[in-house]
């Protein structure tokens, strides 16, 4: 008992506490079975094949196409929907899909085309982030219903960003050994497994704080596990749900909703351009640090992995310092002096020529980047009412990975065409094609860090550039606190 005890003021509450340890599992899995694919397919499905590099960045194409299919009219049904019957049935879904691939893997691969394969593979990733995509929304309502105070909203994403890096430190790891010493099928028993642990528990945990918000007049629902009303509270609740299907807008007009609120949110707005131009960064650095490592740094391709590792430490970190930091100086202050100080740090690494400083440097560079993207989740909570915030999750997230896609393809493009050969000086600093477009990078993200002192308002005059919200409807932010919310993790990173 006294180690939970010691536990709670980190993990927010007991309830918060499984929810936590059921997505870090299917993190974990999540990590696992993208590995594992990534690897599967470049050293077996197309070993010594000249397609084997397309092959593999079909992949991520898949996830991507999801994102931005998928993700903007995901947010209108998330808001129709209730949140908990949401997480749970996408789980179960994404459960189903991984182990019907896990069924197809143990068919010797030489039996079905190589086509085939990537046909099985191409589709179960599509359709897995296609979930995701209303898992993640619905997971930002309930923490945004449960979680009010803004020092526990950044502790829960820092929690949430802390676990997604962990993830990734763990999950690749145990992606070869479980591949190629019990084989394919196996490594992704494992992601379907993990879904199973997070189903249960969602399912354990005391959700009912944040059901849909429905009709006036359904304030009356019964809570789980009680007897049903009366049969006249039972008829006036059916009555209630069907007048409010009845005036509900289109699909359509809800999401053109959700655009122009948040068009004419210039909070919102803001906050969506500054993430936009940390892409910037970050991008950059994700398409070009390999080169960068190689070419600058003179160092080998084995070492790579040390600077990946630097930069996943230094976000557990970021991550699990940002509740205090944000609860010292606020979320606005933590949001620009991020942007200012990733900045300035990731024009300092352009500028390195050895391996040890380089990832020192790395790692003191993620931190500030994760932690501006955990004080983006109070800010972002603070000016969305609850009718909105599945629509907005929905738009900010395909969004950034457009950003985040596009900043790959013209860094990579800068580094092998467009500054091929580029070489100069200045006050005796030398420049080459990569740390160029790197150093350029990072002043752009300290310009966004200006952009955001002077655009962002304090953190407590955000809510007042929310249009007037409608009437309470009976299951809005919660109105019957149970003295343990327990919000299930969420970020605005949405996983990087």
């Known amino acids: 008992m006294s180690a939970l005890g010691r536990l709670r003021p980190t993990l927010i509450s007991p309830t918060y506490t499984r929810l936590w340890f059921g997505q870090a599992v299917s993190s974990v899995g999540d990590a696992v079975f993208s590995t594992t694919l990534v690897l599967w397919v470049a050293t077996v499905l197309a070993e010594g094949k000249s397609w084997g590099p ?16 998928v993700g903007p009219l995901a947010g209108v049904f998330v808001d129709r929907w209730d949140k908990r019957a949401t997480m749970l049935g996408t789980e179960v879904l994404r459960g189903v899909l991984v182990a019907a691939l896990t069924a197809v893997a143990f068919v010797p691969v030489e039996d079905l085309p190589a086509g085939v394969w990537l046909g099985l593979i191409y589709a179960t990733v599509l359709a897995l982030n296609a979930a995701s995509q209303f898992f993640t929304p619905a997971r930002f309502a309930v923490i945004a219903d449960l979680v009010t105070d803004e020092a526990d909203r950044a502790r829960a994403a820092g929690i949430a960003q802390a676990t997604g890096q962990t993830a990734w430190i763990i999950g690749p790891p145990l992606a070869a050994p479980l591949l190629f010493a019990v084989g394919l099928q196996w490594a992704l028993a494992f992601n379907a497994l993990s879904y199973l642990v997070s189903y249960f528990a969602i399912r354990t945990a005391d959700l009912t704080p944040v059901a849909t918000a429905s009709a006036p007049g359904t304030a009356t629902d019964t809570a789980p596990g009680t007897a049903p009303a009366a049969a006249p509270a039972a008829a006036a609740k059916a009555r209630g749900k069907a007048a409010a299907a009845a005036e509900r807008p289109g699909v359509f007009r809800e999401f053109t909703a959700g655009l122009r609120f948040f068009g004419r949110n210039r909070f919102l707005v803001a906050l969506l351009l500054l993430t936009v131009i940390g ?4 991008g950059a650095l994700s398409t070009l640090n390999i080169f960068f490592a190689t070419r600058n740094l003179h160092a080998s391709a084995e070492l790579y992995g040390y600077l990946g590792m630097a930069m996943g430490i230094g976000g557990i970190a970021g991550a699990l310092a940002a509740g205090r930091v ?28 050895g391996f040890p400083a380089a990832v020192t440097l790395l790692f003191v560079f993620i931190v500030p980047i994760t932690m501006l993207n ?12 609850q009718e909105f915030r599945g629509r907005v999750v929905s738009v900010f997230y395909p ?24 070489s100069g000086s200045v006050a005796g600093l030398r420049f ?18 200006v952009y955001a002192r002077l655009a962002l308002p304090a953190v407590e005059a955000a809510p007042a550039a929310k249009p007037a919200e409608p009437a309470e409807p009976a299951a809005g932010p919660p ?18």
Do not use: K, N
């Open 279 to 282: 892409q910037l960064g970050t």
């Open 432 to 449: 080459g094609p990569i740390d160029t477009i790197l150093a350029v990078s990072g002043l752009l993200v300290v310009l966004a860090g």
């Open 374 to 385: 955990t004080a983006m989740a109070p800010l972002m909570l603070a000016a969305t009412p």
């Open 399 to 422: 969004v950034t990975r457009l950003a985040a896609m596009l900043t790959a393809v013209l860094s990579g493009w800068l580094a092998g065409s467009g500054l091929q050969g580029f």
């Open 54 to 69: 397309q092959a593999v960045s079909g992949v991520v194409l898949a996830t991507s196409v999801a994102v931005m299919a």
């Open 326 to 353: 944000v609860q010292w100086i606020g979320a606005r202050r933590t949001t620009w002096i991020g942007l200012m100080a990733s900045g300035a740090l990731l024009v300092l690494y352009s500028r390195q020529t």
């Open 479 to 496: 109105a019957e606190p149970s003295g343990s919310a327990e919000p299930a993790e969420t970020t605005l990173e949405g996983r990087p």
